[in-house]
């Protein structure tokens, strides 16, 4: 008995001896993980251009123009007129395979024959392009300046690309990202080639990793005047940003992301780890299924980052082979956009890229690609980042530029605000989009742009920039025309419905909950796309009087919109009934009063405006949008 009882008491020691340790090694582990590294000394003068070094080097700002010489063109055209003949795909592969050989002669045929590369060269240069020397070596950057007037702050925003992406991404947000009414702020774009992409120039010695790469993007601010800016981007464009949000903390007003991650540091590891046991502690509800299981998680990584293990390892080989064949690198480029933009267009033989994409816009970055020969230098830049000496340090650094992020559905990695917010301590907003992909300029700008403006918003209210003087809603009682009134939309600018003078109006109450919601929102849209080009506006007000159907914040209007792809008008929630009514709707129901009464009965109730600004007709909830066609077409 005294043997088992010091058996016992041994097993009870050892057991007591092993947690003890346990309890050690975690905290250990905790703390080596949360302790941030110091931050590094970087070169910020390192030279990545040919020797000699030019004692007096030429900082001037020159334009540039894209061209696609006749030499160029025929070259091409001859390669794709006499490519070899590809080897069938196998039976129902659809991209499963890679690019579907069927397909890619499609696309190839139509480069070589209807692809008008003197209307597209004139397209690349509808807005200014530019270089300067920096770093020893020429950096191309596109730069469009707003037209303003009255007490509106421009302000600088830097958009940074990624791979295979370039500048040419960014040409439909740059619309969406024009200036809106009202709005106190305009963004001035500086939309830069990275080095070794594009037009601008590849370092010609080893060590030019996304930090450097930042560094430059720096300098080139600083050179167009702008000591503070801001910055988005995506891909590798997330990992420069966030660099330079990093280092040049004094410097970024603020830095919104499409690909919000921090990729695989330690300490994402081991909270992702920890997330597949605890969710609840970690990871929100609507993003679980990007995440977890892990196992799926991983699997798909694994299985779509064999391009990053060819060009983190022997990018010139690969390079080598893309430089002698438009067709490869078309196939190359062009598959990415595909399964990058949903992983389920594996299972389509044409890859479903033209569900998203026109083929011509697609072709337009080919052949920045092509046109500049930098598929080989551009690809060099993940193993510089692989092998970088300070991107890993800088990666475990926290910085408080506050940020901003977007979340897509098909977006390669997904992380938790959790983790984001290990490294951005002023990680303030995330936008959650149940759709689109890693090419969100390209794919989504709309969507994308909504979010850069909100977040930009937000960074200005973070450093105390005052808001906009409101000025008075409007009196009902002695109003003429809606005109006189103002309103807010969902980013809390001031929208004075003067603006909306010469058009025709639908002014609907609206919500996302309600039984009505999906065809009246889908028949809102149409009358929008058919009508928007004859001075025909929606304008929505969001209420959540009826029945509490429209619950959410702005922010979850925002999301909810940006689903539904809406386009028309969207303003802030409101009251539509009772002491508290917006004025306008007070206005509006004391002009059209309803068959029993001026109260509005549900949602989904409808206001026409013509042209003049007065209220001419009122239909209930029970009218589609669409049979309303008649009426809005004699005021039109």
Same mark, same amino acid.
Not at 31 to 56: C, F, Q, R
Not at 515 to 535: A, S, V
């Given at each position: 008995m005294e043997k088992v009882k010091e058996k016992s008491n041994t097993g009870k020691k050892i057991s007591i001896i092993l947690i003890l340790c346990s309890v050690a090694l975690s905290y250990y582990v905790y703390?080596?993980?949360?302790?941030?590294?110091?931050?590094?000394?970087?070169?910020?003068?390192?030279?990545?251009?040919?020797?000699? #070094?030019?004692?007096?080097p030429d900082l001037s700002i020159k334009p540039f123009y894209v061209e696609f010489s006749v030499e160029m063109i025929r070259e091409l055209r001859n390669l794709l007129l006499h490519r070899r003949q590809f080897v069938p795909p196998i039976e129902d592969a659809g991209f499963n395979y890679g690019f579907n050989s069927n397909f890619l002669t499609q696309v190839l045929d139509y480069w070589q024959n209807k692809y008008n590369f003197a209307e597209r060269e004139k397209f690349l240069n509808k807005y200014n392009h530019y270089k300067t020397k920096i770093q020893g070596l020429d950096i191309h950057f596109v730069h469009v300046k707003p037209e303003v007037t009255g007490d509106v702050d421009v302000v600088p925003l830097l958009l940074l690309h990624g791979w295979p992406g370039s500048f040419r991404e960014f040409y439909e947000l740059i619309e969406e990202l024009s200036p809106k009414p009202d709005q106190s702020f305009a963004l001035e774009l500086i939309i830069p080639s990275l080095p070794g992409y594009g037009y601008s120039q590849a370092a010609v010695r080893s060590g030019m990793g996304p930090l450097e790469i930042g560094v430059v993007m720096h300098k080139l601010m600083n050179r167009l005047g702008h000591s503070k800016y801001y910055i988005q981007g995506g891909d590798i464009g997330h990992i420069v940003g966030s660099a330079m949000a990093t280092v040049f903390p004094e410097n970024v007003l603020g830095f919104h992301s499409n690909m919000p991650v921090l990729s695989f540091t330690p300490l994402t590891l081991f909270y992702t780890i920890l997330g597949n046991f605890v969710p609840s502690l970690l990871v929100e509800n609507e993003i679980y299924d990007r995440v977890y299981p892990l196992g799926k998680y991983f699997s798909f990584l694994m299985e779509e980052s064999g391009y990053y293990h060819l060009q983190s390892t022997k990018p010139d080989t690969v390079g080598i082979a893309?430089?002698?064949?438009?067709?490869? @690198?078309?196939?190359?480029? @062009?598959?990415?956009?595909?399964?990058?933009? /949903?992983?389920?267009?594996?299972?389509?033989?044409?890859g479903n890229l033209l569900s998203k994409y026109m083929l011509v816009h697609l072709l337009d970055n080919i052949m920045v690609y092509w046109s500049s020969n930098c598929i080989t230098t551009s690809m060099r830049l993940y193993k510089e980042h692989v092998n970088s000496k300070y991107g890993a340090i800088v990666s475990r650094i926290p910085t408080k530029v506050p940020t901003c992020g977007i979340k897509f559905k098909y977006e390669l990695m997904t992380e938790p605000d959790g983790i984001l917010? @290990?490294?951005?301590?002023?990680?303030?907003?995330?936008?959650?989009?149940?759709?689109?992909?890693?090419?969100?300029? @390209?794919?989504?700008?709309?969507? #994308?742009?909504?979010?850069i403006l909100q977040a930009i918003t937000t960074f200005r209210e973070f450093w105390g920039e005052k808001k906009p003087q409101h000025a008075s809603q409007g009196n009902p009682l002695t109003a003429n025309t809606v005109y006189e009134f103002s309103v807010t939309d969902l980013y809390g600018r001031n929208v004075k419905l003067e603006k909306y003078r010469g058009?025709?109006?639908?002014?609907?109450?609206?919500?996302?909950?309600?039984?009505?919601?999906?065809? /009246?929102?889908?028949?809102?849209?149409?009358?929008?796309?058919?009508?928007?080009?004859?001075?025909?506006?929606? #304008?929505?007000?969001?209420?959540?009087?009826? /029945?509490?159907?429209?619950?959410?914040?702005?922010?979850?209007?925002?999301?909810?919109?940006?689903?539904?792809?809406?386009?028309?008008?969207?303003?802030?929630k409101i009251e539509v009934n009772g002491e508290n009514a917006h004025p306008l709707w007070k206005y509006l129901k004391q002009v059209q009063s309803g068959t029993f009464g001026d109260f509005v009965k549900w949602n989904f109730s409808k206001f026409i405006v013509d042209k003049n600004g007065v209220p001419v007709e009122r239909f209930g909830p029970n009218v589609d949008p669409i049979d309303l066609e008649p009426e809005i077409t004699k005021y039109l």
């Open positions: 703390n080596v993980l949360h302790t941030a590294p110091e931050m590094p000394k970087i070169d910020m003068d390192a030279y990545w251009g040919h020797y000699p #070094l030019d004692s007096k893309l430089t002698d064949s438009p067709a490869g @690198l078309a196939a190359y480029i @062009l598959e990415k956009f595909s399964t990058w933009t /949903n992983p389920n267009n594996r299972n389509a033989t044409d917010k @290990l490294k951005y301590h002023n990680y303030l907003h995330t936008t959650v989009v149940d759709g689109g992909g890693h090419f969100a300029a @390209l794919e989504s700008p709309a969507v #994308l742009a909504k979010d058009n025709v109006l639908l002014i609907v109450n609206v919500a996302s909950q309600c039984g009505l919601t999906l065809k /009246n929102y889908k028949q809102l849209k149409e009358l929008h796309e058919k009508y928007t080009d004859r001075n025909f506006k929606i #304008l929505a007000f969001p209420c959540n009087q009826f /029945n509490g159907q429209e619950p959410g914040t702005s922010s979850d209007i925002i999301q909810f919109i940006n689903e539904k792809e809406v386009k028309f008008d969207v303003f802030q």
